[in-house]
């Protein structure tokens, strides 16, 4: 997954950097289809803002958080993402029957 980092109005440290490449690895045990993530971190007066945009197969999802803390902040935003991660799973997995499955559901005797 490649994620891309901006900071508006705050610089990006190697600290904050790890921390979301960290965090973004939880998102990956879940679902391993993220094509590209883009996470800006800003500041405005004294709340911290995370948003990021994730394409994954077939969709585009958004979250965005606003906290006092950054590091609070970031955490919320990857719950968010988390919860839309799964959700976007199970509406990919059909719960509909397979081909295979009718065919061989109609050839067997009863």
């Known amino acids: ?8 109005h705050i610089d990006v440290t190697e600290a904050l950097k790890a921390y979301v490449d960290t965090k973004f690895e939880r998102l990956a045990r879940h679902f391993d289809h993220v094509i590209n993530a883009h ?3 800003s500041v405005e007066k004294l709340s911290k803002k995370a948003e990021a945009t994730m394409n994954v197969n077939g969709n585009k999802l958004f979250a965005d958080s606003v906290h006092e803390d950054m590091y609070a902040a970031i955490d919320t935003l990857i719950d968010k993402l988390d ?8 509406k990919k997995s059909s ?6 499955g009718i065919a061989k559901s ?3 005797p009863e």
């Open 1 to 8: 997954m490649q994620i891309n980092l901006t900071g508006h």
């Open 95 to 100: 719960h509909r029957p397979t081909a295979a």
């Open 39 to 41: 996470v800006i971190l």
């Open 106 to 108: 109609t050839s067997e």
């Open 83 to 90: 919860r839309q991660i799964l959700r976007h799973k199970e």
